[in-house]
């Protein structure tokens, strides 16, 4: 599995962006692909996840009502970002995991490189 997000960059408070994660590697059933973000300073967090057959979503309480996650081909999803706040600013994983939903980041076994998105204000 060779997980590859793109989308990051600097927007002002308020503007949108889309963050995409493909798994380019050996294709294989991956049940759960999520997205995780680290601040400086800070601990990874969970953002959002997505599991199928469903699909079933979670969204940590920060960003509902603003992120959207969305499966696009069979190996690869995307994160919609509307709203975003200057604490929305860290570097975002992409993660992916067999098995059931989960919000933990030990629980994933494939990580991709991280794609930074800056929210100036």
């Known amino acids: 599995v060779q997980l590859q997000a793109s989308g990051g960059g600097l927007v002002q408070a308020g503007d949108s962006l889309r963050l995409s994660c493909t798994n380019s590697g050996r294709t294989f059933v991956n049940n759960v692909m999520g997205w995780f973000r680290q601040a400086p300073g800070k601990e990874r967090e969970f953002v959002a996840a997505i599991a199928w057959p469903g699909p079933i979503t979670k969204y940590a309480d920060s960003v509902k009502g603003r992120f959207t996650i969305s499966r696009d081909t069979f190996n690869s999803i995307a994160l919609r970002m509307n709203s975003l706040k200057p604490e929305d600013t860290a570097v975002y994983y992409c993660?992916?995991?067999?098995?059931?939903?989960?919000?933990?980041?030990?629980?994933?076994?494939?990580w991709g490189q991280g794609t930074l998105v800056t929210v100036s204000s």
């Open positions: 993660a992916a995991r067999r098995s059931s939903m989960s919000i933990a980041a030990r629980d994933y076994d494939s």
